[in-house]
Nanobody, 119 residues
Framework: QVQLVESGGGLVQAGGSLRLSCVIS????????RGWYRQAPGKQRELVAV?????????TYADSVKGRFTISRDNAKNTVYLQMNSLKPDDTAVYYC???????????WGQGTQVTVSS
């Protein structure tokens, strides 16, 4: 049993910043990759950023957010963060924290947090 709880969403002006947090609880030994997706109205859910554990954590980003967003994690707090800078109106979406079991057989999702960027 794995549970994910997001926080930190809100309304900001273009050019502003937000930091999203996701606390992961339960059987964390069943977790491999950790990351963030988002879904805008009328659009499919898309990958924003992912951390894949390895010899060192590997972070990957959607092209649209490279250089503006940073994903990180605090293992002691079982928390994943998404620092979002230089926000654009196109970043407006519901952001979902997710975690993946080893091998990708199971995906876990948070409830989502709304991010709205005004022009």
């Amino acid at each position: 049993q794995v549970q994910l709880v997001e926080s930190g969403g809100g309304l900001v002006q273009a050019g502003g910043s937000l930091r999203l947090s996701c606390v992961i609880s339960g059987n964390i030994f069943s977790i491999s990759a950790r990351g963030w997706y988002r879904q805008a109205p009328g659009k499919q859910r898309e990958l924003v950023a992912v951390i894949t554990p390895g010899g060192g954590d590997i972070s990957t980003y959607a092209d649209s957010v490279k250089g503006r967003f940073t994903i990180s994690r605090d293992n002691a707090k079982n928390t994943v963060y998404l620092q979002m800078n230089s926000l654009k109106p196109d970043d407006t979406a519901v952001y979902y924290c997710y975690a993946r079991s080893p091998g990708g057989s199971l995906n876990y999702w948070g409830q989502g947090t709304q991010v709205t960027v005004s022009s």
